[in-house]
């Protein structure tokens, strides 16, 4: 469990393996993210859900414009260009002070406590950056830099509909035992290979791996990215031998001034799976802007579509999800931001009910 006592010894280890090591700088840092509000998502009338599946709940809860978390963080110059660094992140629920993302006591693959990053790396400039383990897959990374909520869990239709609750991702936003290299930036062009080997000893996982590329001009950036998922660690559930997951994305976005847009379209496809239910593709849309108000504030909004269909002797019903979030966020500060927000979910199949969210809250990075 997450603690004070925990996150001191780890702040004085890392501190003390910087002197030893005379890193150029070791920080301490992170982001806190709660909001009150009436919250409510669509689901099935036909069930027996939870009272919160069905009916407006009042609550405080985190993690809506971001996923809260603390990390630390150091880098040393090696000379010649070269540097070292390395990455050390655990998740914050800070309405309750749990350590993870989700309820430990409800699910037996609760984060583990670095489960945001803990991973090091060697870059250079001319060279490029190689990072080995823990860290964000880059799907996970091309969907928060391409729509106006960026990596909120709780807002993002992105984000909702790829490695949320109502996604189908089976690789998580971060990839256990992982390899990635970013190459240089080539005016403006840059790439990424990301490699995560199946380490099970029985053989039912075996290598996966994506590539990425991202293109920057001015106001102008693209990005596509595919991976191909053949092993899964904890919080997700692991994948059986012979079982894949194909997940391919485009992006692109357009800084006008008055107004910053952007748009998504991807596709997560099973492959290998016996279940007729599970033999699913699903195609994905996301359109968003960012508007500046004033100086302080801005204007956010967000729609985001996945249509779910069954593949080669699949039996899933073909599903349409629509999410839709317009925010105000107001920055008090470099650091601190207040935002108000209302989200539209519905789950357009019978005896789904729609889901109406409405929140303020407070974001504060140190």
Not at 50 to 78: C, R
Not at 152 to 179: E, H, I, M, Q, Y
Not at 286 to 296: D, R, T
């Amino acid at each position: 469990m997450f603690s004070i006592k925990s996150v001191a010894m780890a702040a004085l280890s890392v501190v003390c393996a910087g002197q030893a090591m005379a890193q150029s700088s070791v920080n301490l840092y992170g982001v806190v993210d709660l909001a009150f509000g009436s919250f409510q998502y669509s689901a099935n009338k036909t069930t027996t859900p939870t009272p919160a599946d069905l009916k407006h709940t009042s609550k405080v809860d985190g993690n809506q414009m971001v996923t809260s978390y603390i990390g630390f963080k150091g880098v040393e110059d090696l000379g010649d260009g070269l540097k070292a660094g390395f990455v050390l992140e655990s998740f914050l629920r800070p309405d309750t002070g749990a350590s993870s993302r989700n309820d430990a006591s409800a699910t037996a693959n609760a984060d583990p406590f670095w489960s945001r990053a803990a991973n090091v790396y060697l870059s250079s400039a001319s060279l490029g950056k190689a990072t080995i383990g823990r860290q964000a897959n880059l799907l996970f990374s091309q969907v928060v830099a391409f729509n106006p909520f960026g990596g909120g869990f709780g807002l993002s239709p992105a984000v909702r509909l790829t490695f949320g609750k109502w996604g189908n991702d089976r690789g998580d936003s971060g990839w256990s035992n992982a390899v990635t290299y970013v190459t240089p930036s080539m005016s403006g062009l840059t790439a990424t290979v990301q490699l995560a080997p199946g380490e099970k000893t029985d053989g039912s996982e075996a290598l996966s791996h994506g590539l990425g590329f991202n293109y920057s001009s001015g106001p102008f950036a693209v990005a596509a990215a595919t991976q191909r998922l053949r092993g899964a660690e904890s919080p997700k559930l692991d994948l059986a031998a012979g079982q894949q997951q194909q997940f391919s994305l485009v992006s692109a976005s357009y800084d006008a001034g008055v107004a910053k847009v952007f748009a998504e379209a991807g596709r997560i496809a099973n492959k290998g799976y016996a279940t007729n239910a599970t033999k699913i593709s699903t195609n994905l849309y996301q359109i968003g802007a960012s508007v500046p108000l004033s100086k302080e504030g801005k204007l956010l909004v967000s729609w985001g579509s996945s249509t779910e269909k069954p593949n080669s002797g699949g039996t899933t019903v073909k599903t349409r999800h629509d999410i839709g979030t317009v925010a105000y966020d107001h920055w008090l500060s470099k650091r601190t931001d207040v935002y108000a927000a209302y989200m539209f979910d519905n789950e357009k199949l019978a005896n789904f009910q729609k889901g109406q969210t409405y929140l303020v809250g407070v974001r504060h990075a140190f």
